[in-house]
């Protein structure tokens, strides 16, 4: 395969919500471009990008998968990525190797929840982005107010920056092509063709009027970013095509300009336009600004920290800079074992070359160096500063790590990954299976990040947390078909605490004699409650020598092991001050096990008294869905217990924030996909803990597993 310098490459994310045909897409350009010999379809498993059988199973995305495309001496490198909203983090993580995105937008139904939150993460790390209209040959492209209702939408959503460089053809037979802005030309097209257009200088006539005034809307957008292009405008009355390209290929690299294409991934159509729109338009590597890295002496060196002798500086993505590349995915395959995909930040990485990797102080030899066409392999001698590539069976290499020339240490962070959403136990159908969980699951946390696996301290129960029930049923049949370890799912885990509403005062005395040495400790307590989100605290007001001051400690400690047990249900006990005021001792029998038992004792003394209750996780949800399923969505969060606090309008979408309990949140997005027909997305965080009503406590203490304590004596 032929090598490529940074100038001769561009890296593209495709980003978009659900269903917009991102993966479609991908296949037909792979076909517009002669890389496949026929267009991968998704419904027949044979898309390049979509090769995960649960992927194919449920027919949608959940990884990022990368695929190359070659093209009039360029090579595209593509992204795609989930649009699905419970796989998010998987479209934010793909903007840290791209230096632009396709954000695809549904002609059909215009800018969508998901669509919204993509472009604000390209915006966040300043990746130039390109609109992209696709399944214009639906009959219901553009929806209800057409076309220009659709554009309307986007300049309210994202500024009317967002200008069209495209006018699409549409008559009786749909759609049939594009106008070029730029060049005033035509190209058409044939549906379910190979993807190549016919070029046209006559412009259709019932188009030709449009197409006039939207090129000068363009031409003027493209000028009011430059003194001299303006003086250049205002002179001539337009912008000649050479320097119009020019400033349209800054202006979008800058993020001054968006522009807005069209096509069908589907039908094949407009494809071999947008690939050179990439070429001539969107920045390549070299074009990056030079990336900010911390270089330095590494500590901690398995969580990837930085020491504090570090600086930041920069680093230039070019080939004359020390060899560096970034681990920014890892897949297991069956085959080839552990792949890892990384970026080339600087210099060129050689085939077989032996590299250090600077996050674990390790060496990797770099054998069969590859470029990925979705799950295949294809080797390369060497890549260059700005290209994707990737290497299998690296032995400690994680997504995340560093590798590079030796003594030339730089560090990038990741975009850092959300907490799990929800956690589910899981269980071992069998000895068997029980042996091969761990080592199978810690397989499929190096491929998602998102994924964590622990073990619950206070119900010795296996937890695993990921960002929804379709993402942790994934990973369970992945469990199944790809490591033959078979589980069961339990109910998710609430994370319930226990806290005091009253005082207390209370004594707690242990006492035992059985021969010799006995065991004596005795303490007074005062307890109070302490406001949401305090923790615990500790004092001591003992003084005149009524218990030694070395036995403090021991008190204190007795009381935080019973806090952890919980006294109701078994649930941490938190926001409560204990004060020890009073006491005695002996002088042969007292010992740090007895105070703590005596702690222990006065801390159950003390909840008994002191009103104690059960606090359950609120949930922080905001809810994006169309319109017209408002009220429904409104509706069914007041049945939750859910306190609305208030809605927003952007275009044909309802923005929704309330509050609700986790307890009813568990399996929403089963829910929500239902309810809006898949056009719904939603994002909760714990945003508080609050008192549980007493009809829902009383349920959950009638089905809890109570505290066993240790008996006073």
């Not at 037909?28 to 990008?49: D, I, N, S, W, Y």
């Not at 021969?515 to 004092?539: T, V």
Request: a negative charge.
């Amino acid at each position: 395969m032929k090598t490529y310098q940074g100038s001769e490459i561009r890296n593209v994310a495709v980003v978009g919500h659900a269903h917009s045909g991102k993966t479609t897409l991908v296949a037909a350009l792979l076909h517009a471009a002669k890389m496949t010999p026929a267009q991968g379809r998704v419904a027949e498993g044979t898309a390049v990008t979509a090769y995960d059988e649960e992927e194919i199973a449920r027919g949608v995305t959940m990884q990022n998968a990368v695929a190359f495309v070659e093209w009039q001496g360029i090579k595209i490198n593509l992204v795609d990525t989930p649009g699905f909203h419970m796989f998010n983090h998987e479209s934010r993580a793909a903007m840290l190797p791209v230096e632009s995105a396709v954000v695809v937008v549904n002609a059909q139904s215009g800018v969508e929840p998901v669509t919204e939150r993509v472009w604000k993460y390209a915006e966040e790390n300043n990746v130039p982005r390109v609109v992209l209209v696709n399944q214009m040959d639906h009959p219901k492209a553009g929806g209800q107010g057409g076309l220009s209702q659709l554009i309307d939408d986007i300049h309210e959503r994202w500024g009317r920056n967002c200008v069209p460089v495209q006018l699409p053809i549409s008559g009786p037979e749909g759609f049939q092509g594009v106008v070029d802005l730029v060049t005033m030309e035509a190209f058409t097209y044939t549906p379910g063709g190979d993807g190549r257009g016919k070029v046209s200088k006559e412009i259709p006539a019932q188009l030709a009027a449009e197409a006039k005034a939207r090129h000068e809307a363009l031409v003027e957008l493209v000028a009011e970013g430059k003194d001299e292009l303006m003086e250049e405008f205002f002179e001539k009355g337009t912008i000649p095509e050479e320097h119009l390209i020019s400033a349209l290929h800054e202006a979008i690299r800058e993020d001054r300009i968006f522009p807005v294409l069209f096509s069908s991934g589907l039908g094949n159509m407009a494809l071999d336009h947008l690939l050179d729109f990439i070429k001539v338009y969107t920045p390549s590597p070299v074009e990056r600004a030079p990336i900010p890295v911390k270089a330095g002496t590494l500590v901690a060196v398995a969580a990837g920290e930085v020491g504090d002798d570090a600086e930041v500086v920069t680093r230039k993505m070019d080939d004359k800079e020390p060899m560096a590349a970034l681990v920014f995915k890892t897949m297991s395959d069956p085959f080839s074992g552990r792949i890892s995909f990384f970026k080339v930040i600087s210099g060129v990485v050689k085939n077989d070359a032996t590299v250090e990797n600077y996050t674990r102080r390790t060496q990797e030899r770099l054998a069969h160096l590859s470029v990925m066409q979705g799950r295949k392999a294809v080797e390369v001698a060497e890549l260059h500063a700005g290209d994707i590539g990737a290497v299998a069976k690296l032995r400690d290499t994680l997504t995340g790590d560093m590798l590079g020339q030796k003594g030339a240490d730089i560090q990038i962070e990741l975009v850092p990954m959300p907490e799990p959403a929800m956690t589910y136990a899981i269980e071992p159908k069998s000895r068997a299976d029980e042996d091969k969980l761990a080592p199978a699951i810690h397989k499929l946390m190096e491929e998602d990040l998102l994924i964590k696996f622990f073990r619950d301290p206070l119900t010795n129960e296996f937890l695993i947390g990921g960002a929804g029930q379709p993402h942790i049923e994934a990973i369970v049949n992945r469990l199944k078909k790809r490591y033959h370890a078979e589980v069961t799912l339990k109910a998710p885990k609430v994370p319930y605490r226990e806290t005091i509403r009253g005082k207390a005062d209370v004594q707690g005395r242990h006492k035992k004699q059985s021969g010799g040495h006995g065991q004596f400790g005795d303490c007074k307590i005062r307890m109070e409650p302490l406001p949401r989100g305090s923790g615990f605290e500790f004092a001591s007001e003992v003084f005149g020598g009524a218990i030694p001051r070395n036995f403090i400690p021991a008190i204190e400690k007795g009381i935080v092991e019973s806090a952890v047990r919980g006294f109701l249900a078994g649930y941490p006990v938190v926001d409560f001050k204990v004060t020890v005021y009073d006491g005695s001792y002996h002088d042969v029998d007292s010992n740090e096990m007895s105070f703590k038992k005596a702690g222990r004792i006065a801390f159950r003394k003390a909840m008994e008294q002191a009103k104690p209750c059960l606090l359950e996780p609120i949930m922080k949800v905001e809810i994006e869905a169309p319109d017209e399923f408002a009220g429904a969505l409104m509706g069914d969060l007041n049945s939750r217990r859910g306190r609305v606090g208030g809605m927003e309008t952007k275009g044909r979408t309802t923005i929704i924030n309330a509050q609700v309990p986790m307890a009813e949140m568990l399996t929403y997005g089963t829910l929500l996909t239902s309810m809006t027909q898949g056009k719904g997305s939603y994002h909760m965080e714990v945003d508080h803990y609050d008192i549980v009503p007493q009809l829902a406590a009383d349920k959950i203490l009638a089905n809890a597993k109570v505290p066993v304590e240790e008996e006073e004596e």
